[in-house]
């Protein structure tokens, strides 16, 4: 008989356990529920489980957990202070990526241009937390190459963004929804958005209120903007607009605090459901029949960030520094990830092309920390 809570109690020793080890060559503890879900999508003896609606539900609490994170770290406030350098290389490096990621599944894959061009944006974004312990060890986060590294991860926020918002639309409600039920739901979304970041006098009230009762209603909110998100199919973008209206909403003080509780029931809990979520959906078989597609799409991808960093970076930070640049800027992390799974849970793309993608990102999260870290010891730009 399934028992889903021997199950889970399996995947988080697994996690913990295999967590530590791939810690140790720099690579996030996170990613071993995307391991775990790999290998269950070998061989799965939890199918029954993995499978069911109870699984699904944490597993998409997990997303959206997330995707509200990423609205409650946006700070539009960092983009003023950025330099010309930092946008001019953001863009130039995500719109080469794109258009060769965009060829690559359009005549590899064989999906349509608008298709292609969605999926290549999604890959082409820049997973910079995943670099940020590393750059600290190395003592260069506030160098030149550091700050453009954190710079760029940080400006391609909004790219992502933008990309996720214009999925969850091209997805669109289901058609027995009715039209104005939708239409109602995402006003009432929007308006209450806007309506919480023009009540921070307020917000200032909650200054006096304990992490506990903050922290319920950090809940309140999330689920109130999910359930009217439901509505309209739209629950995903309703996550996002929960974390930006109340990071808004509330004094800096409070909402620093607040952060810290909301990601340890995320990433300690939710966030490694959804990974191995992902990973079990893989089709082992497809990969196993075709695995220069990964080798491909980790080669072009690779390829498309190496070339724009060092088009754009060889005068501000020298050869190795530009070939430094577009190394760490491989790295993808959970937004892109979202985005893929959004794209194939909704069939707009196939188990094969989802499977290549998380596979190639996989391989990204192993090689890239270890290329770095070695790369700017052996070229003397680590600083001890």
Request: hydrophobic letters at 60%; a positive charge; proline letters at 2%.
């Amino acid at each position: 008989m399934a028992n889903i809570f021997l199950f889970l109690s399996i995947a988080f020793l697994f996690i913990f356990l295999v967590g530590k080890l791939i810690e140790k060559i720099r690579v996030p503890w996170i990613f071993a529920a995307l391991l775990f879900g790999s290998l269950l999508a070998i061989y799965n003896p939890f199918f029954s489980i993995t499978n069911s609606q109870t699984f699904s539900f944490l597993a998409q609490l997990g997303m959206y957990f997330l995707l509200f994170i990423i609205g409650f770290e946006l700070d539009l406030n960092k983009f003023k202070k950025m330099g010309r350098f930092i946008f001019k290389a953001t863009f130039f490096i995500i719109l080469l990526e794109a258009i060769f990621g965009t060829l690559v599944v359009r005549f590899v894959f064989k999906y349509d241009w608008f298709i292609s061009s969605i999926i290549a944006l999604s890959f082409a974004t820049v997973g910079e937390a995943i670099l940020i312990p590393i750059l600290d060890e190395f003592k260069i986060i506030n160098t030149k190459l550091g700050q453009s590294i954190i710079g760029i991860g940080t400006l391609d926020d909004i790219i992502e963004i933008l990309v996720l918002i214009l999925v969850i639309f091209l997805i669109g409600p289901t058609t027995h929804l009715n039209i104005t039920l939708v239409l109602i739901s995402l006003f009432i979304l929007f308006f209450l958005a806007f309506g919480l970041t023009k009540l921070k006098k307020e917000g200032r009230k909650f200054n006096f209120l304990g992490i506990e009762m903050l922290f319920l209603f950090a809940l309140f909110v999330l689920f109130l903007f999910l359930g009217i998100g439901e509505y309209a199919d739209a629950a995903p973008i309703a996550a996002l607009l929960s974390g930006i209206a109340l990071k808004t909403f509330l004094p800096k003080k409070r909402w620093e605090r607040l952060e810290n509780e909301i990601k340890t029931i995320c990433y300690g809990f939710f966030a490694p459901i959804f990974f191995l979520w992902v990973g079990v959906e893989m089709d082992i078989g497809y990969l196993v029949a075709y695995p220069l597609l990964v080798l491909l799409v980790v080669g072009v991808s690779k390829g498309a960030k190496l070339l724009g960093s060092y088009i754009v970076g060889r005068k501000e930070l020298g050869l190795k520094r530009s070939v430094l640049l577009g190394i760490a800027l491989s790295v993808r992390f959970s937004t892109s990830i979202i985005i893929v799974k959004l794209l194939f849970e909704n069939g707009l793309i196939g188990a094969g092309l989802y499977s290549v993608i998380v596979a190639s990102s996989i391989v990204f999260k192993f090689i890239i920390p270890l290329l770095f870290s070695n790369l700017l010891v052996r070229w003397n730009i680590a600083r001890t």
